[in-house]
């Protein structure tokens, strides 16, 4: 089994959870990346190991329990006892309600609430018989705001915010570090800059900062894990300085 302390990283996508991954192999820490597409992830491994750290992914879809029960046993009895799971899957479309038909609202449902709860149920398990561990959640502006065009993304961030808060009060007296990171901005990523071009703005022209670099929330999910427990954060909201809210 790996002897570094396993962080794992459920939705490990090219920006926000590409640089989670490489932050915590910076700190000592044994990668172990879930992705859907898990032939996705060989270029951020192969960076991560280029700087001297370690890392191995999955193919993982996150909305199906056999697939989360399978893996987080894989990853338990094969690899290593993960200290700490990040649930980074995103959901993040636009539809007016009208056009929001059933099956996009349960398959955000399903990225960002039901998934978030199959991976923080399965996390626990192991956790809790070690009296150790941080489950962390990413989160965005609808977990708190329900904004125009947003209905199924906001519910199913606020559903995540929901189960974030109930597992940090019942998993915090066994030990285990349960925190939700509302991420109130837009980050730099090819994504969010095809919609301001759609919105008729130029990316390149904004104000320095202005969108959010991943490597900031790198840096804030290291600062969370770091916390010792007579002051644990259970909710952290992040934004650049000339967001607006």
């Known amino acids: 089994m790996e002897s570094k302390p396993i962080c794992l990283i459920i939705g490990a ?13 910076k700190g000592g820490f044994h990668v172990v990346l879930g992705r859907r597409r898990g032939d996705l992830l060989a270029p951020l491994i192969a960076k991560i190991e280029a700087a001297g750290g370690t890392a191995q992914g999955f193919t993982w879809d996150a909305r199906k329990e056999e697939t989360a029960k399978e893996m987080f046993a894989h990853v338990e009895n094969v690899i290593g006892p993960i200290e700490i799971c990040i649930f980074n899957v995103g ?3 636009k539809f007016p309600i009208l056009e929001t038909t059933e099956r996009i609202f349960r398959k955000v449902w399903e990225m960002c609430a039901y998934g978030a709860f199959l991976s923080g149920r399965e996390a626990a398990k192991y956790m809790v018989t070690r009296q150790k561990g941080s489950i962390f959640f990413t989160g965005a502006t609808a977990s708190v705001r329900g904004s125009s065009g947003f209905a199924a993304f906001a519910s199913g961030k606020f559903a995540l915010r929901g189960l974030a808060q109930s597992m940090a ?8 570090h349960v925190a939700h990171l509302v991420i109130d901005a837009g980050v730099d990523t090819e994504f ?28 804030t999910y290291w600062y969370l894990h770091q916390q010792r427990r007579d002051g644990w954060t259970h909710e952290l909201d992040i934004r650049p300085h000339a967001e607006t809210w």
Request: no cysteine; aromatic share 4%; proline share 8%.
């Open 91 to 93: 959901g993040n479309v």
């Open 169 to 176: 009060r019942e998993l915090g007296p066994k030990n285990i």
């Open 192 to 219: 969010v800059r095809d919609r301001l071009r759609q919105a008729g703005k130029d990316p390149d022209e904004l104000q320095p900062d202005t969108l959010m670099n991943p490597d900031s929330i790198a840096e």
């Open 13 to 25: 996508g090219d920006y926000i959870g590409a640089a989670i991954a490489k932050r915590f192999a």
